[in-house]
Structure formats: C-alpha cells, structure tokens
C-alpha cells in the first residue's frame, strides 16, 4: 500500500514537471533562422516603455528584417547596477539603455566598448550633435555611447497662479504674464506667491530649490561647475557655487526650515495627480520637456484651456500656448548668461563582452537617422539630439514651448554633468551637502570646502587604484 | 562486518539526504564568503580583475567619516530599538498569556503586523509618520499639540524607525509565549504559598525560566539590528542630513553605486566582526542570568 502512494506522489509531481518541459511557456516571440538576437535592457517602464519598444518593432519590421536582426526589448529597473554585474559576470546584454553617468563610470570601468570605429563606419558624426550631447557620450577622449533621447532644464510656471495674483504681483512690480528672468526676480515672484495659513502653516509657494531634481547642478546657472576635465580639479569652492547655495538656504531661512518640511509632507508623487505643479503647491518649478506629457495625462484641463487637445493643432502655431495654463521659460542664470541650463541624455551602449557588437550598433545607428530620432523624442515628449529638426518636429510636437528646450539644448551655455569617474560619489555627497544647506545644520562655504576636500580624496584614491593597475599590467 | 555495511549504507543515505544543504552552502555562502573576505583585501571594480591591495581598504574605511556616521547611527539605532522590541515583545507575550476571553483574536492581531510585506508597511508608516496628514500628528493634533515631523526631522527620524521596528515584534512575541506556556505552574503555585505577589512572582520566576527564550531573542536582535536596511532606505534614504544612514546603506552604495566591491567586502567584515564581538559579550555575559532548566 506504502509503495502505491508513494507511487502515486511521485507521479503525481513527476509527470506536471514533465509537462511544463514539454508545453510549458516559451520565449515570447520564436527568432527565424539565420536571424541574429539582440537583448536590449532599458530602464523605460510604462507609457515611455511601450513607445520605446514600438520604435524597436519599426526596426524589427524594417532594418532588423533586412540585415536578419531581431532586437529583443527588455524593460527593468537599476538597470544601470544589472547591466555592471550582468558584465561582470561576462553574460551582458547586447544593448543597454541607460543614463550620461554611466558613459564615464561605465568607461572607466571598461565596462563599454568604444564606439568610435563603427560611428565612423555608418557615418556618425560629431558635427550632427548638439555639442552638450556628444560631450556627454565621449568619456577619455573615446565615444562610449550614442543618445537616445535628451532633455535640457527649464522653468515651469503656473499661468492661472500668476494671473490669480496678478495684482500683488503688479503691486511688487513684476510682470503677471512673463516667467521671472533674473534671481532676484524669481524670489520676488516667488515670495508673492507664498501663501501660508492663520497658524503659519504654507499652503502654497512660489518656488522651492529643495523640489527641484537639479539642485546638485545650480552650479551651472550661476556660471560654476563642479569639475574641471581640463585640470582634473574639483571647483566646488568656488565663490558662485558658494552663492548658489547661499540662495537654496536663503530660501530655509525665509520660508522657515521646519515649515518647508511639514509643506513638503502634503506632496504627491511625481508621476500622480497630487504631483505639487498640478495640485498648486507650489507655482514654478525646474523641469524638462516631458512635463508637458505629464500636466496632460494627469491633468487634461491644464493643456486644454481653450479647445480640446486633439483640435489645438488647427490653431495658429502662435495661438497654440494661450491653450495652456502653464509655460516655460530659460531658468534665471545668476550669472547673466543666455539660456544657461542643466541637461541630461539617456544612452544607448554596447557593454564590454557582448555577443553581438556590430549588430547592436546597427540598431543604436538607427535610433541615430533624423526621422527615428525625432519619433521617438516626439513620443517621450522630448527634444531632439540632433542639430537640424524638421519643422515637423517643433511644429506638431506634444509640448507647446519645445522650442524653448531645444533652444537651452543647442545653447553654449548648456552644460552637462561632468565625465568625471567618482560622479555617482559626488553626486551622493552633494545630495546630503544641500539637505543640512536646507536644514541650516551646513554653512555653504565650509560644508563646500569640506566636500571639496573630500572629493579630492575620492578622486586621488581612484587615481591611485588606476596608476597600480597600470603598474600591474606592465 | 554487517552491521558495519549497514552503518555505511546509513552513513551515504544520510549524505545524500543532507547534499543538497550542504551543496547549496559550500556554493552560495561558504565561497562567497571565502571570497569576499580575499576581495576585502583587493581593489575590485567588478568589471576588472581584483587587484591585491594589503590592508588599504582597511586603513581607508577607519578614516572616513561615512563610516563613522553609519556605525554611530547604527547603535544609536540599535539602543532604542533592541531594548525597546526586547521590553513590549515580552510585554505583550505576558499579556496573551493570561487567560481571557477572545485570546486567540488577540493573538492574531498582534501577529498580523509581521506578516505585512516590508514594502507595503514602510509606504503604510511613511503615511503614518506624515507630519501634514499622517495619523500621529492627527491625534496629536486633537491633544492641541503640534506634532513634529517625523521621519523629515533631524532629531526624530531615527526614534521614529526604532518606533516602527516594534510593528514587527509578532515573531518574538510568539517565541516567548512559547517560553512562557512552558514555565511548570507549580513554581508560580509556590511562589505564592510563599506570599510572592504578581511582580514578584514574574520577576522571581517567569523570568529566570524564559531566560533562554530572552537569550534566543537578544541574540537575534543584535543580528537583526545591524542588518536594517530595506524600510530605512525606502523611507528615508538616509536622510535628512544622514540621520538615518545606516551601515547597511554604507555599504549597500559603495559596492552598487561607487562599484568598490572590495571596500564593500571589508565594510562587510567588519560588520560581521562587531555583531560576532557583541554576540560574544552576551554569550559571557548569559552565565549569570540565563538559567537552563535542565541544570
């Protein structure tokens, strides 16, 4: 009886084993024969994920079926830490989408295959590329990766907020129906449009740093920089970043630290509708172009003031932003500088040990031709990271003030951030640096030399690590 | 000769059955291990060949401040947090072991909590902790006082996880009650023929018996307690101003955000050498307060 049962269990799990062996799921799409398979891992979820594999079935329908290339997308988050161990452990996928740090990080890890050889090849060039967006694919003189879509800062106003307070603002001397364009006039504006209730407590502001995702590079609109590449010298001691942050904690101090704090609590996320731009908690904001994506899906009204948004492209093109609630302007650069702005770029890259490098690069070269370019920006609500765009792209974009992103992108003042190895290190440092700013625990000027000080070391260690290599290899 | 035949057909039946833990633990614990601790003394980048550095890692993790912040914040953590779960998980453990109506409800309650998934009770405290709409500050609110800011506030974010931490105290709760179920009653029938009122009789008797199951659980909660990591780090990611940069995080950024695996092997090391020295101490130190039944 004992051996039946057992019999019977073994069977029991044996034979559903056997089965899902057999009929069990397969891959989700069978590659044809003499077909080449790429992985391509990117950090793309949702809506921006979907438009992104759209793109990848254009080139599986067109390029991939031509050239016998199937690219297999694959969406994940950290991608940027999967795809270092994915290399690490010599199984990496054959693209990885991922961020501009990871072109100098990843580069300095040789983690990446230089790309120069096969842009040279398909003829991609320098010349094409706004000039911030090939700096920041170029890590040691050696181009790493190639863009994918990229974005410049701008500032983000409330139109209803401002012409709700239009006559304060007046009365301040400020202009309701413009963005502020200097500081001094941001905080002037800023300071209008801060509202607090009989106990004290802000119900709205006009502008708060610490909300903004930029606040490590302010350096930039105050005409400073973090690092020099030329000299390999950190400027973070510099008199103008000292001032920039003398502005976040100014902010502390008026608005008071601990109300900022209780304020910032009522927030919602990014991606919801009790994000703080469309809930009014605050009325201007640092931001990039895919805002407007953003202020549509989760607020409608806001993008359609006049006439619904599928009947805003027969306006005039003129007429197009009086449909809007919100605008966007050049962030002030303390410095005087024209259309001074931070940008970032995501990446396309062929990690060190990948099975398929020049196939990878025939997919990453077509994400390069003008019109996949500006479809894929166009979907993501970006701009372009090419030179020339088709009227085409400003005209029917998603986002009516595009032209004031690609302007900051193209602009010489446009700056990214720095090639610099220990970045993700300094980015961390700077991230605690501006909270005790803002908790007024850091005086800026010491907390600056400090950090500088600290960074040094970093940067010697890593230096260090690079020359015993070295030694080690001779 | 047979029954040397049978032992060693026993003997391999017996391998064969412990194999696969034993497989599993020379591939994914020993050899990491072994590893980590030869990585510990490299400069190893992950996508580089680890290069052998002496004690450089060592030396250099002493003098950073990082280092300091995160120990330092850590058994600032554990001082609260430890004694605190150790104090209401007993508590708690005394109060289900009375007998009242609905016990098995209560029980159940106490218990729910430590089944909730880490993610969902750290989103569930973050709304608790909100010093705009959070629960706390609602209540303190109808008391007429003005709540502070919880996890945003310098001084209050680390009290408030070691506050959370006792959220999760079902476990211990349910090994000490096991403990105490198994104390003999004729002891607490003695001690009050002798005239021991309650406290006394918990103080003279309730707690030298589960001594091992307090022993057990400090043991665990030393462990547990140098390894927080995951609420923190949705919580607060350290912040505000480092307040709640635990070890954990320390090292959790240097080997996945900086890629210094070594640097990340020696904080490990090192980690597990303090919890060993501190496990150590409350071995020494259990001689005069655990009291086994058996001796």
């Given at each position: 009886m004992k051996k039946i049962i057992r019999t019977i269990i073994l069977a029991c799990l044996i034979i559903p084993a056997i089965a899902l062996l057999a009929f069990g799921p397969r891959a989700k799409h069978e590659v044809p024969p003499g077909f080449v398979e790429l992985q391509y891992w990117e950090k793309w979820s949702g809506p921006e994920g979907i438009q992104m594999a759209e793109i990848v079935d254009d080139f599986n329908k067109t390029v991939g079926k031509e050239k016998h290339i199937v690219v297999d997308y694959?969406?994940?988050?950290?991608?940027?830490?999967?795809?270092?161990?994915?290399?690490?452990?010599?199984?990496?996928?054959?693209?990885?989408?991922?961020?501009?740090?990871?072109?100098?990080?990843?580069?300095?890890?040789?983690?990446?295959?230089?790309?120069?050889?096969?842009?040279?090849?398909?003829?991609?060039?320098?010349?094409?590329?706004?000039?911030?967006?090939?700096?920041?694919?170029?890590?040691?003189?050696?181009?790493?990766?190639?863009?994918?879509?990229?974005?410049?800062?701008?500032?983000?106003?409330?139109?209803?907020?401002?012409w709700r307070n239009a006559d304060k603002l007046r009365a301040a001397g400020l202009d309701p129906c413009r963005a502020p364009q200097t500081i001094d006039e941001l905080d002037r504006y800023s300071d209008v449009l801060t509202f607090r209730d009989a106990a004290g407590h802000i119900t709205q502001s006009g502008f708060l740093p610490m909300e903004s995702w930029y606040v490590n590079y302010l350096c930039y609109w105050w005409g400073a920089g973090v690092w020099d590449r030329n000299t390999g010298k950190f400027l973070l001691t510099d008199p103008r970043n000292v001032a920039a942050y003398e502005w976040v904690k100014s902010y502390a101090t008026r608005l008071g630290k601990d109300s900022v704090a209780e304020f910032r609590?009522?927030?919602?996320?990014?991606?919801?509708?009790?994000?703080?731009?469309?809930?009014?908690?605050?009325?201007?904001?640092?931001?990039?172009?895919?805002?407007?994506?953003?202020?549509?899906?989760?607020?409608?009204?806001?993008?359609?003031?006049?006439?619904?948004?599928?009947?805003?492209?027969?306006?005039?093109?003129?007429?197009?932003?009086?449909?809007?609630?919100?605008?966007?302007?050049?962030?002030?650069?303390?410095?005087?500088?024209?259309?001074?702005?931070?940008?970032?770029?995501?990446?396309?890259?062929?990690?060190?040990?990948?099975?398929?490098?020049?196939?990878?690069?025939?997919?990453?070269?077509?994400?390069?031709?003008?019109?996949?370019?500006?479809?894929?920006?166009?979907?993501?609500?970006?701009?372009?990271?090419?030179?020339?765009?088709?009227?085409?792209?400003?005209?029917?974009?998603m986002n009516p003030y595009i032209d004031v992103w690609e302007r900051l992108l193209a602009s010489p003042n446009a700056h990214g951030s720095p090639p610099l190895p220990t970045m993700a290190q300094l980015n961390a440092d700077l991230k605690v640096f501006i909270e005790g700013v803002y908790l007024l625990k850091v005086d800026p000027k010491k907390g600056l030399e400090d950090l500088q000080k600290r960074e040094e070391e970093q940067y010697a260690r890593y230096n260090d690590r690079q020359k015993a290599r070295l030694a080690e290899a001779k | 000769?047979?029954?040397?035949?049978?032992?060693?057909?026993?003997?391999?039946?017996?391998?064969?059955?412990?194999?696969?833990?034993?497989?599993?633990?020379?591939?994914?614990?020993?050899?990491?291990?072994?590893?980590?601790?030869?990585?510990?003394?490299?400069?190893?980048?992950?996508?580089?060949?680890?290069?052998?550095?002496?004690?450089?890692?060592?030396?250099?993790?002493?003098?950073?401040?990082?280092?300091?912040?995160?120990?330092?914040?850590?058994?600032?953590?554990?001082?609260?947090?430890?004694?605190?779960?150790?104090?209401?998980?007993?508590?708690?453990?005394?109060?289900?072991?009375?007998?009242?109506?609905?016990?098995?409800?209560?029980?159940?309650?106490?218990?729910?909590?430590?089944?909730?998934?880490?993610v969902a009770s750290a989103l569930l405290w973050m709304w608790i902790f909100n010093a705009k709409y959070g629960l706390f500050n609602e209540v303190l609110a109808k008391l007429g006082i003005n709540g502070p800011n919880w996890i945003a506030d310098v001084n209050t974010a680390m009290p408030s996880l070691a506050l959370m931490s006792l959220w999760g105290v079902g476990h211990t709760v349910i090994i000490y009650l096991a403990g105490l179920q198994d104390v003999p009653t004729e002891l607490y029938e003695a001690a009050e023929i002798d005239g021991a009122e309650s406290f006394?009789?918990?103080?003279?008797?309730?707690?030298?018996?589960?001594?091992?199951?307090?022993?057990?659980?400090?043991?665990?909660?030393?462990?547990?307690?140098?390894?927080?990591?995951?609420?923190?780090?949705?919580?607060?990611?350290?912040?505000?101003?480092h307040a709640t940069y635990f070890y954990t995080m320390y090292l959790y950024e240097n080997a996945f955000q900086n890629c210094y695996f070594g640097f990340a092997s020696a904080l490990a090391w090192i980690q597990l050498l303090i919890v060993v020295v501190l496990t150590a101490f409350a071995f020494w130190t259990s001689t005069r307060w655990v009291h086994y039944q058996g001796k």
């Open positions: 694959m969406s994940m988050t950290e991608v940027n830490r999967k795809v270092l161990i994915a290399t690490a452990a010599g199984v990496p996928p054959d693209i990885a989408g991922c961020w501009d740090g990871q072109t100098s990080q990843f580069g300095a890890l040789d983690a990446l295959e230089p790309l120069d050889d096969l842009a040279r090849e398909y003829g991609i060039k320098k010349e094409d590329y706004k000039p911030v967006v090939w700096d920041l694919c170029v890590y040691n003189g050696k181009l790493y990766s190639l863009p994918s879509t990229p974005a410049s800062v701008a500032l983000l106003y409330n139109k209803r907020i401002f609590q009522g927030f919602g996320g990014f991606n919801s509708a009790q994000n703080p731009f469309l809930t009014e908690k605050y009325a201007m904001s640092q931001q990039g172009p895919w805002m407007a994506n953003y202020i549509y899906n989760l607020k409608p009204e806001m993008s359609e003031v006049l006439v619904p948004k599928q009947l805003e492209y027969f306006l005039p093109h003129v007429a197009r932003e009086f449909n809007y609630a919100w605008a966007a302007a050049a962030f002030p650069s303390a410095a005087g500088e024209k259309d001074a702005a931070f940008c970032s770029i995501d990446t396309l890259a062929i990690p060190r040990g990948a099975k398929h490098p020049r196939e990878s690069f025939e997919f990453i070269a077509y994400i390069q031709r003008p019109e996949v370019m500006e479809k894929l920006c166009s979907l993501h609500c970006k701009t372009s990271a090419l030179k020339k765009t088709s009227d085409a792209f400003i005209r029917n974009h | 000769m047979a029954s040397s035949k049978r032992e060693r057909r026993e003997f391999v039946k017996g391998m064969a059955f412990v194999s696969p833990w034993f497989i599993g633990f020379l591939v994914f614990t020993l050899t990491p291990m072994g590893l980590s601790l030869y990585w510990s003394f490299c400069d190893y980048p992950l996508t580089q060949p680890p290069l052998f550095r002496g004690l450089e890692n060592y030396r250099v993790i002493l003098h950073e401040t990082d280092f300091w912040i995160s120990l330092k914040n850590t058994i600032y953590y554990a001082c609260m947090a430890l004694p605190a779960g150790m104090c209401v998980s007993l508590g708690l453990a005394l109060l289900l072991n009375t007998k009242i109506r609905g016990l098995g409800i209560y029980r159940t309650i106490i218990f729910l909590p430590s089944l909730v998934p880490i006394r009789r918990m103080w003279h008797v309730t707690i030298p018996m589960i001594s091992p199951v307090i022993f057990f659980n400090l043991i665990m909660a030393i462990i547990g307690t140098f390894q927080v990591f995951a609420v923190p780090y949705m919580m607060t990611q350290g912040g505000p101003f």
